[in-house]
């Protein structure tokens, strides 16, 4: 639990008497009570009016409350913004675990006025309201008074020549003036009023004026009527005016749902006075912007334009035609799967299988076909698939049509055996992407095949510690030698992978191309890292861990043994969050010793304050991070870089170069993120909770766990140095 209050004078006190007065004289006449729970976009409850004086502020954020996953949340009163009152400084930060669980109180004085309070944990700005806050001793029971003055050049008849303007004036001596507004004419709108009026269109016009205070008393109405006249002037020449019609059109022309007619008018004269429209034989209306026409059917849309002299341009008109839109395709494509090859008596295919997928759709049309081995990341889908290793395999398929709608995953299993004597690829690397990449550089020529039946990718071995650039040339120069003259790739695509070696720096000093385990799945490597907060991880037989199912609340697991500056970070992760929820986790980089901050009471809340983390979040909806976001600083957007089906692994990696962040997911760069400053360290958001004001250059690594129901699994850790 954090509590920030200011001196005794920040709450109206400039005395501060001894301890036993000051208990006795902080006995508050009222008590304001904020509740929070899961939500994060929400207080739960909340007081929406004080009256002046002492109060007693609760805040609490507990199990009582509806707190299940143990997320903190603050009450922060904002003093920097001028329009709200800024006397009352208050940072409470409140978790179900904390000493006083979740349930804290703080004693302030209020002033009349309005509060601007928030929570002040990044991602969660929407958690605000106002507190209005009234006179304490009596109740304000009296409007506001108003008046109005109408100014500008007057004819002798009193009309205002050319333009006129309009200023309003409220005093409230009672809790003051909240909010003033205006209408035009009989029945506008009203408006809020921020600065004078001003009426340029010839002809007779009413101002409404109105006010109310922070009582919630409201003035009545009042008007001011004047006229306004046109300069002197030999204008004779009426208006040029002109429509335009806009909107989606099917093949013959027609518009789809809706049609929005645009008039313009212009006049070099004494200038435009009115623009006026009308639907068919309907009667005239102001036009005051773009008209859209919604009702299906043929329409006949006529408008005219006068201008200050009195000039009235011709009637003009557009047709078009308007017609429902087709029925939407909310329908996904069928996709299946066939296997093929050569079997023995126990089903199991020898040598290799083939699969071959096919999807169909009649709707749309099918869009994209994709699949994902083994649960691997999906690649689209052109040709049959070949698997010759041998062993255990599941394949998955999805199709997604033109209008967007993807297929629930279809799976089929089958056996690769051995058979004929025909081994199975004997590959230094497993890598199937589409293209060939080295290093980080795609070269766009296809990952093919080769006759010894490993892909290109795997025969390159960039993942290899190599001592130096010049032998990494000269492995590479000799395989796709062998590649030319087995004619797998041409002359032209010798020479781009040819160059994209050169271009990946593997090898050099800093750059030797080799990416270290810190996690390979084995309970040695698992011990290496260290758990503080809430939440547990757990290693599983398969090579990889999980989170969040043993234990809850908010923690981290993380790499203690060395600090890292410029790097590449590579890792797989898959949502496994029950049900139909979506876990929320994240991986932290660059913070500082968690040990090394003894005024944070919880040490995997320096993670979060001093070091970025890389958000991993899958959900379509909800919260305004996702995939890839650096959270509280950078957002990918709604849904992110997309989102994969639950228990599906994705590839991830982090490059951080300088202060310049790279994130790619399934071998795609979804976000780049640039932190201005210094050598040492960088300047943090200024709302970033009890930040010392940096964002170092080095730092450690870490994986979030956030609750029991935010599970998730992690596997194949790795990191280069750059």
């Known amino acids: 639990m954090a509590l920030g209050l200011d001196s005794p004078a920040a709450y109206g006190r400039t005395d501060e008497p001894a301890a036993t007065e000051q208990v006795a004289d902080q006995a508050a006449d009222q008590m304001l009570t904020w509740t929070a729970g899961d939500p994060i976009d929400r207080y739960l409850s909340f007081p929406t009016t004080a009256v002046a004086g002492k109060a007693t502020i609760v805040f609490e954020n507990s199990k009582a409350t509806g707190n299940t996953t143990g997320m903190p949340h603050t009450l922060t009163f904002d003093v920097s913004d001028p329009e709200y009152n800024n006397d009352v400084r208050l940072n409470i930060l409140a978790n179900p675990n904390d000493d006083q669980g979740g349930k804290h109180t703080a004693e302030v004085t209020l002033t009349p006025g309005r509060y601007l309070y928030h929570c002040t944990i990044p991602g969660h700005g929407q958690m605000q309201g106002i507190l209005t806050v009234t006179e304490g001793g009596g109740e304000d029971?009296?409007?506001?008074?108003?008046?109005?003055?109408?100014?500008?050049?007057?004819?002798?008849?009193?009309?205002?020549?050319?333009?006129?303007?309009?200023?309003?004036?409220?005093?409230?001596?009672?809790?003051?003036?909240?909010?003033?507004?205006?209408?035009?004419?009989?029945?506008?709108?009203?408006?809020?009023?921020?600065?004078?009026?001003?009426?340029?269109?010839?002809?007779?016009?009413?101002?409404?004026?109105?006010?109310?205070?922070?009582?919630?008393?409201?003035?009545?109405?009042?008007?001011?009527?004047?006229?306004?006249?046109?300069?002197?002037?030999?204008?004779?020449?009426?208006?040029?005016?002109?429509?335009?019609?806009?909107?989606?059109?099917?093949?013959?022309?027609?518009?789809?749902?809706?049609?929005?007619?645009?008039?313009?008018?212009?006049?070099?004269?004494?200038?435009?006075?009115?623009?006026?429209?009308?639907?068919?034989?309907?009667?005239?209306?102001?036009?005051?912007?773009?008209?859209?026409?919604?009702?299906?059917?043929?329409?006949?849309?006529?408008?005219?334009?006068?201008?200050?002299?009195?000039?009235?341009?011709?009637?003009?008109?557009?047709?078009?035609?308007?017609?429902?839109?087709?029925?939407?395709?909310?329908?996904?494509?069928?996709?299946?799967?066939?296997?093929?090859?050569?079997?023995?008596?126990?089903?199991?295919?020898?040598?290799?299988?083939?699969?071959?997928?096919?999807?169909?759709?009649?709707?749309?049309?099918?869009?994209?076909?994709?699949?994902?081995?083994?649960?691997?990341?999906?690649?689209?889908?052109?040709?049959?698939?070949?698997?010759?290793?041998?062993?255990?395999?599941?394949?998955?398929?999805?199709?997604?049509?033109?209008?967007?709608?993807?297929?629930?995953?279809?799976?089929?299993?089958?056996?690769?055996?051995?058979?004929?004597?025909?081994?199975?690829?004997?590959?230094?690397?497993?890598?199937?992407?589409?293209?060939?990449?080295?290093?980080?550089?795609?070269?766009?020529?296809?990952?093919?095949?080769?006759?010894?039946?490993?892909?290109?990718?795997?025969?390159i071995e960039d993942e290899k510690e190599w001592t130096s650039h010049a032998l990494f040339l000269k492995h590479v120069d000799k395989v796709i030698d062998k590649l030319l003259s087995d004619a797998v790739i041409d002359q032209r695509e010798h020479r781009k992978i040819y160059r994209a070696a050169k271009q990946s720096g593997i090898g050099k000093p800093g750059q030797t191309g080799g990416y270290r385990d810190v996690f390979d799945g084995t309970q040695k490597s698992f011990d290496r890292w260290r758990h503080v907060g809430g939440g547990s991880f757990g290693l599983n037989a398969d090579g990889s861990m999980t989170s969040g199912t043993t234990k809850g609340g908010l923690g981290m697991l993380w790499f203690p043994e060395r600090k890292y500056e410029d790097f590449s970070l590579k890792l797989q992760w898959r949502d496994d969050a029950p049900g139909s929820g979506h876990a929320n986790s994240g991986v932290f980089v660059r913070f500082p010793q968690v040990h090394d901050h003894p005024e944070e009471a919880r040490p995997e809340w320096v993670a979060i304050k001093y070091g970025h983390e890389v958000q991993v979040l899958d959900r379509p909806d909800g919260d305004m991070y996702k995939t890839g976001s650096v959270y509280g600083f950078d957002r990918v957007g709604l849904g992110g870089a997309g989102v994969t089906p639950k228990g599906t692994w994705n590839d991830y990696e982090i490059r951080v170069v300088g202060q310049h962040y790279s994130v790619f997911r399934n071998g795609v760069l979804i976000n780049e993120f640039d932190n201005a400053g210094g050598q040492d360290f960088v300047p943090a958001r200024a709302d970033d909770p009890g930040t010392d004001g940096r964002r170092f250059a080095s730092g450690y690594i870490g994986l979030q766990v956030h609750g029991t129901t935010d599970v998730i699994s992690y596997r194949n850790i790795r990191i280069k140095e750059l």
């Open 141 to 459: 029971t009296t409007a506001p008074e108003t008046s109005a003055r109408v100014e500008g050049e007057k004819n002798p008849d009193g009309a205002y020549i050319g333009y006129a303007t309009v200023t309003v004036s409220a005093t409230d001596a009672g809790s003051g003036v909240d909010k003033v507004e205006y209408a035009v004419g009989t029945d506008g709108a009203w408006q809020p009023y921020t600065a004078p009026v001003m009426v340029h269109e010839v002809g007779t016009h009413k101002i409404r004026y109105r006010a109310a205070d922070k009582a919630g008393n409201a003035a009545a109405e009042k008007a001011v009527d004047f006229g306004v006249v046109a300069p002197p002037t030999d204008d004779k020449t009426p208006p040029e005016t002109s429509a335009t019609v806009s909107g989606e059109k099917n093949e013959q022309g027609q518009y789809l749902d809706m049609a929005t007619v645009t008039v313009t008018a212009s006049d070099t004269g004494s200038g435009v006075n009115t623009i006026e429209y009308a639907l068919g034989s309907g009667a005239w209306q102001p036009y005051s912007g773009p008209v859209m026409v919604h009702e299906v059917g043929t329409h006949h849309v006529r408008y005219r334009a006068t201008d200050k002299a009195g000039n009235a341009a011709p009637e003009k008109a557009v047709d078009f035609t308007v017609v429902a839109p087709p029925a939407e395709d909310r329908t996904p494509p069928v996709s299946s799967a066939a296997v093929s090859g050569e079997t023995n008596s126990d089903g199991a295919y020898i040598t290799s299988a083939k699969v071959t997928v096919t999807a169909s759709d009649t709707g749309s049309g099918v869009d994209k076909v994709e699949y994902s081995l083994d649960g691997g990341p999906y690649l689209v889908y052109t040709t049959p698939v070949l698997v010759d290793r041998v062993g255990r395999h599941t394949f998955a398929h999805r199709a997604t049509d033109k209008a967007g709608n993807t297929s629930v995953a279809g799976q089929t299993a089958f056996t690769v055996a051995e058979g004929g004597g025909v081994p199975a690829p004997n590959c230094p690397e497993w890598d199937e992407r589409l293209t060939v990449i080295v290093g980080t550089v795609d070269t766009g020529v296809p990952n093919r095949i080769t006759r010894n039946r490993c892909t290109i990718n795997e025969l």
